[in-house]
């Protein structure tokens, strides 16, 4: 899809030649005397049209205006967030329409902010992805060309092209997402990340067993040997800023498919565990998006990827393996098997002395049952970075919610066969899930991100959400201007160098549990 913003004003769009032209219309709709406004004025009027967001009246041919259907569309107050209920509602009914060249006018808002721009442009991205991959009889997408109207292109411009790129970072974390697992292995995911490589300011390099056997990721090895497929640690580096400024690392669970092993899952929807990549997709979808706003910080991703199988090669429950960083699991259930790759992936992330590890898994059933479907699960115990990014959730509209990680919810996981086994009883899922993970994160800043629930939909409707793409990208441009005060800060304060350059402890290798921070 392609999209440009223009400067139109209401009269203006009513001459504007076009296949569909979409009209937001707020509660406050005030008229400039143009048939449009006209038009929504009578509408609403006569109760046959309400602003209320997402509802919809159309019409065709419309005396006074060149498009050749018109799509009013109820938009509320006007809020980022009505703003995407509004355009989601009207591009899903053109989606199947022969529409091939839309105008989405944003003109009638008062006052479009950037960040209602963004929102109807990902809405936009949204409504029209359609899944072809394995169709053998796709019908290729009719809807070309979107220009977005509005009253000040200057001011909206900069939301606009977030907008823009986050649609490209978003369709590929989907793609991935809903491919199946024998067209997205854990080879074929290396060969996306691959192509990711070909863009500015992206290098890829991809390790196999050889190299992860070196590494000792001895958690990571046990979950892939079930499997005949073979395992991948991709590594994404995106440099926007001088080498030596630490980066930010993101990791994503990158189970291509997950039958549980020989803990073996329930055949009901199973084949959702194709989704299971789902938190490597986004990692993809960021990088896509920060080659395409080139924002001035170094991001490194990480994404171990394997199949969780049942075979006479495979785990099993009882097994005890050692991680990466020396630390002896016992796998209680082969089921728990995003812990076992991400704990060795967060030990190999201390080699970048990061400011922040951010890992984004479908780690739990329990976090689906305790948030659903609307707020990915956040667990961090450093305030900050914890912040930091419930802000980016809340600005992208791209919601998480902050759980605990107190000391307590580690009690289930000891065991008297290992340093830590990988399961806790039924009781807080999430919480212990992510009470094992931490015990990999003495050396750094650390996040985690359960979007099990967040994911990607069933049912009618089944397929990835690209989620949460959009709050990455807000928490990383947060990261970007964090990095910029600090430099602005050393350069107009030479006394306080010292003080603000930041400490680099050098992160010693663990052979027992770390004390966790509180
Ligand atoms: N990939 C699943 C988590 C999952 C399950 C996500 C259902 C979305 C829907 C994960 O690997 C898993 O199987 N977790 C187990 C952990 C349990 C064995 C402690 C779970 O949640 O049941
Ligand atoms: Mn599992
Ligand atoms: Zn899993």
């Not at 074929?188 to 290098?203: D, Q, Y």
């Not at 998006?289 to 090669?313: F, H, K, T, W, Y």
């Not at 016992?330 to 990061?354: H, M, Q, S, W």
């Not at 899922?429 to 750094?444: C, E, M, N, S, Y």
Request: aromatic share 4%; net charge positive.
């Amino acid at each position: 899809m392609n999209f440009e913003l223009k400067t139109l004003t209401r009269t203006r769009i009513c001459s504007e030649k076009c296949d569909a032209l979409v009209v937001l219309i707020p509660q406050d709709l005030n008229s400039e005397g143009d048939p449009l406004s006209v038009l929504a004025a009578l509408a609403i009027k006569s109760g046959d049209f309400e602003v209320k967001p997402g509802k919809l009246l159309s019409a065709y041919r419309t005396p006074g205006i060149a498009a050749t259907r018109v799509l009013l569309v109820g938009a509320g107050d006007g809020s980022p967030k009505n703003v995407r209920t509004a355009v989601n509602a009207a591009m899903g009914a053109l989606k199947t329409s022969t529409v091939q060249r839309a105008v989405l006018c944003l003109s009638a808002l008062n006052n479009p902010q950037a960040e209602s721009v963004r929102a109807a442009v990902v809405a936009c991205g949204d409504a029209t992805y359609t899944y072809r991959t394995t169709k053998s009889k796709a019908s290729p997408a009719k809807l070309q060309r979107v220009v977005v109207a509005v009253n000040d292109s200057v001011t909206t411009m900069a939301g606009f092209e977030k907008g823009a790129a986050l649609v490209k970072g978003i369709e590929l974390a989907k793609e991935w997402g809903n491919r199946p697992a024998n067209h997205a292995t854990p080879t074929l995911l290396a060969g996306a990340a691959r192509e990711l490589g070909k863009l500015p300011h992206i290098k890829t390099e991809v390790l196999g067993l050889k190299e992860i056997d070196k590494l000792g990721m001895g958690a990571f090895k046990a979950v892939a040997q079930g499997s005949a497929e073979q395992l991948r640690f991709i590594v994404l580096h995106y440099e926007g800023a001088a080498k030596a400024e630490a980066p930010v690392v993101l990791i994503g669970k990158g189970i291509t498919f997950d039958t549980g092993g020989i803990s073996i899952k329930p055949a009901a929807e199973m084949d959702e565990m194709k989704f299971d990549m789902c938190g490597a997709a986004s990692v993809l979808g960021i990088f896509r998006v920060l080659a395409e706003l080139q924002p001035a910080l170094n991001v490194v991703g990480l994404i171990p990827a394997c199949e969780n199988m049942p075979s006479e090669r495979a785990i099993k429950p009882g097994d005890v393996v050692t991680s990466m960083n020396g630390q002896t699991i016992e796998i209680l259930n082969t089921d728990a098997e995003g812990r076992l790759v991400l704990c060795d992936a967060l030990t190999y992330a201390e080699r970048f002395k990061p400011r922040a590890v951010v890992d984004i898994a479908t780690l739990t059933g329990a976090c689906v049952v305790a948030l659903g479907g609307v707020r990915s699960g956040l667990f961090s115990a450093d305030e900050q970075l914890a912040t930091s990014l419930a802000e980016a959730g809340e600005t992208s509209l791209d919601l998480c919610w902050r759980m605990p990680l107190d000391e307590e919810y580690a009690e289930g996981l000891k065991t008297n066969f290992a340093d830590v086994a990988n399961v806790a009883g039924r009781a807080g899922g999430a919480v212990t899930a992510a009470k094992f993970l931490q015990r990999f994160t003495a050396g750094f800043p650390w996040a985690h991100l359960d979007i099990a629930g967040t994911a990607w939909k069933s049912g009618a409707a089944k397929g990835a959400t690209g989620r949460p793409v959009p709050l990455l990208l807000d928490f990383l441009l947060s990261q970007a201007s964090a990095v910029a005060g600090k430099k602005a800060a050393l350069k107009t304060l030479p006394i306080a160098r010292a003080e603000a350059r930041p400490k680099v402890t050098p992160v010693k290798r663990r052979t027992a549990a770390p004390k966790t921070r509180t």
